[in-house]
């Protein structure tokens, strides 16, 4: 399967003509190697973004199917992690790809079943995977090798500088977001322009219709707070005459990954979902719509990073249907620095006022 939200282990040919890497490059493809099928435990983590997830569990797949006995599993924090454990415990796992968080979770509750790993591959060199990843190699094995996929070692460095919690402009809960990319969320939120509408919940569909209809945009993602509502929210925009993507947690993760992928390569220009596609980055994408307004600053936030283009060529607007909705907008100022604008009519001004 293509990559269905960024380069990920497959990096596309750029404006250049440049061909495309071989994947998986050797450092990593010199782990998959060592993995011994007879050992029932995980070998090899693989740590990535949720965006590159599906994209790495497909190439390391398809290149480990010559590699008789060796299984691949993939994990984030959209899943259960009752289910997560059910699948160590069965013992079918041999590399584990997964977010930061999730594979944290699941080392802290099941230390038993990486007794086994002696390596932790971080799929790029980025502050918050590289803090994250030497985090999490403290818990495992003292001779595990911390690895970037290309195979070089992770150099030991002062750990950044993180905000303080409970103040500065995300001043939100420890978990909330991973404390190395505070400050870029923060600088990404403030640059984009934040609009609200007020409506009954009643005419809620109307004024997502009239955003759909007035505003000139490229792709678009609305969010929703529930499977369910994604669901009907999307067959309802398709009776309409809407060219209309939908995924939620309530799909299996294959198919879930299908319909980001075909909406990634512009099959479509609107995606429905709720929280499952949150931080998952689309190059096109350049309106986001919050059907139901998030539950907080933190959702908020993390939904916001699935826009692709430059934060000036941007567009958030969310449709508060209550005070709550609207307290919990007029909050985003004090907790994460933003000023949601309400929308007077509903006219929408252009990206450049």
């Known amino acids: 399967m293509a990559c269905p939200m960024s380069p990920g282990p497959r990096a596309a040919a750029g404006a250049g003509g440049r061909a495309e890497q071989a994947f998986p ?11 011994d099928p007879s050992t029932p435990s995980v070998q ?11 994209s790495y569990k497909a190439s390391i797949d398809l290149w480990c199917s010559r590699l008789r006995g060796v299984h691949v599993s993939a994990v984030h924090t959209t899943m259960p992690i009752a289910r997560n454990g059910d699948m160590l415990e069965r013992g ?21 079943q990486f ?61 909330s977001l991973q404390q190395a990319e505070e400050q870029d969320v923060c600088q990404h939120l403030l640059r984009m322009p934040h609009f609200f509408v007020r409506a009954h919940d009643q005419g809620k569909l109307q004024h997502l219709s009239s955003v759909l209809d007035a505003v000139d945009f490229e792709q678009a993602v609305v969010f929703t707070n529930t499977s369910q509502q994604a669901s009907e929210l999307s067959r309802t925009l398709v009776a309409s005459g809407y060219p209309v993507f939908c995924t939620h947690a309530g799909l299996d993760p294959e198919s879930r990954g299908a319909r980001l992928g075909a909406f990634a390569a ?12 949150s931080r998952c980055k689309f190059p096109r994408l350049d309106l986001l719509v919050n059907f139901d307004v998030p539950q907080d600053s933190v959702a908020y936030a993390h939904r916001t990073e699935c ?47």
């Open 92 to 112: 079918r796992t041999h590399i584990l790809i997964g977010t930061p968080g999730r594979l944290a979770a699941l080392v802290r509750q099941m230390p038993c």
């Open 25 to 35: 490059p050797p450092g990593l493809a010199e782990c998959l190697e060592r993995v």
């Open 44 to 54: 090899v983590l693989v740590m990535c973004g949720s965006s590159d997830l599906y």
């Open 266 to 277: 512009f099959e479509k220009r609107i995606l429905v979902t709720d929280e499952i596609a």
């Open 307 to 353: 826009l692709g283009k430059s934060p000036t060529a941007v567009r958030v607007v969310s449709i508060a249907a209550s005070f709550a909705d609207e307290a919990t907008l007029t909050s985003l100022r004090e907790l994460l620095g933003v000023d949601v604008r309400l929308v007077a009519g509903g006219c929408l001004p252009t990206t450049d006022s």
């Open 115 to 175: 007794k086994s790993t002696r390596f932790l591959l971080v799929a790029a060199l980025d502050a918050g995977l590289r803090s994250d990843a030497k985090r999490l190699a403290s818990k495992l094995a003292a001779d595990v090798q911390v690895r970037c996929v290309d195979g070089t070692s992770l150099v030991e460095e002062q750990a950044p500088p993180s905000l303080p919690l409970g103040g500065g402009p995300l001043g939100v809960r420890e978990e």
